[in-house]
């Protein structure tokens, strides 16, 4: 059944089942929570079939403009993919759930291939320039340093008892040795972290250790009803990285940004004077 018409071309309710079951599936694989009802599905096939709609018009105008990619640059990729999966077995099993023939995978490579060139063509608009980096570098090198490290205590406390008896000890003596033996002899958990990088440690954590001095002491209440004490060691700022050791990382960052925007702006260009037309609304709803 023909569900939107674009430009004269159509996509299917085939088309879009199959776009549906690689949003499922994807969600599946970055483990985030899903439930099929039907309220989700009707919003996983909007979106399918806006990236088909997106899809369809970045075509047209990679084939307008003459962009090309040789039979020799699609073999190549489609055996990059193909040497992704373990087998033979496991490629043709990836077939068969998103309901895809051979032809049609190296059809649908063909076409990314297309839009890849289009986005190079308009993103070599902007070309990333020294003077470019620079400013950017300039504008964000607050940001640009090596991480802070934390080195700290955390020590757990079951009781308002045993936290302020550890609290205590904790601020008598400077043995760890002594200490962990102290909070173990307790039947407590004691735990010595060693240069941490400031942005893995959990933010309620984090925001502790930053609200104390180095060799002060800092206690959590837990959902749970126990505690947690925290003592602060070091803390070693991160130094302002050079201009020169993250030249590479700014322009990787703004190409990125660079073909993000010609992106958008191809597909604003396109959906201002396309012909879309959804002929059968009831397919979002009542599958």
């Known amino acids: 059944m023909d569900v939107i018409a674009v430009n004269g071309k159509m996509i299917t309710d085939r088309d879009i089942d199959r776009a549906l079951i690689r949003y499922i599936v994807q969600l599946e694989e970055d483990d985030r929570p899903y439930e099929p009802t039907k309220e989700n599905l009707k919003f996983l096939r909007v979106e399918a079939s806006n990236a088909l709609i997106s899809r369809l018009l970045l075509l047209e105008r990679a084939k307008r403009q003459g962009c090309m990619v040789s039979d020799e640059d699609v073999d190549g990729e489609m055996e990059t993919i193909r040497s992704s999966f373990e087998s033979i077995e496991n490629w043709e099993n990836n077939l068969i759930l998103f309901q895809l023939s051979e032809n049609e ?53 079951s009781t308002r008892e045993n936290l302020e008896e550890i609290v205590r000890y904790v601020r008598t003596t400077q043995d760890m040795i002594d200490l962990e033996n102290y909070v173990k002899g307790k039947g407590e958990t004691f735990l010595h972290h060693v240069d941490v990088v400031e942005g893995s440690i959990p933010e309620e954590v984090r925001a502790i250790l930053s609200d104390i001095g180095v060799q002060e002491i800092g206690t959590m209440v837990l959902p749970d009803g126990g505690y947690v004490v925290y003592k602060l060691i070091s803390r070693r700022e991160g130094k302002q990285r050079s201009l020169e050791s993250v030249r590479e990382d700014v322009k990787r960052y703004l190409e990125k940004e660079r073909r993000t925007k010609a992106y958008e702006r191809l597909l604003d260009e396109e959906m201002e004077k396309a012909d879309i037309r959804y002929l059968h609304v009831e397919y979002f709803e009542n599958r």
Do not use: C, W
């Not at 059809?107 to 060139?117: A, P, Q, S």
């Not at 308009?122 to 504008?139: D, G, Q, R």
């Not at 991480?147 to 020590?155: G, K």
């Open 105 to 157: 995978v190296r059809e649908e490579v063909r076409g990314d291939m297309l839009i890849e060139r289009l986005i190079d063509m308009e993103s070599a608009k902007e070309p990333i320039t020294e003077e470019l980096v620079s400013s950017f570098y300039e504008m964000n090198a607050q940001f640009l340093r090596d991480p802070t490290l934390y080195t700290f205590y955390e020590i757990s406390a």
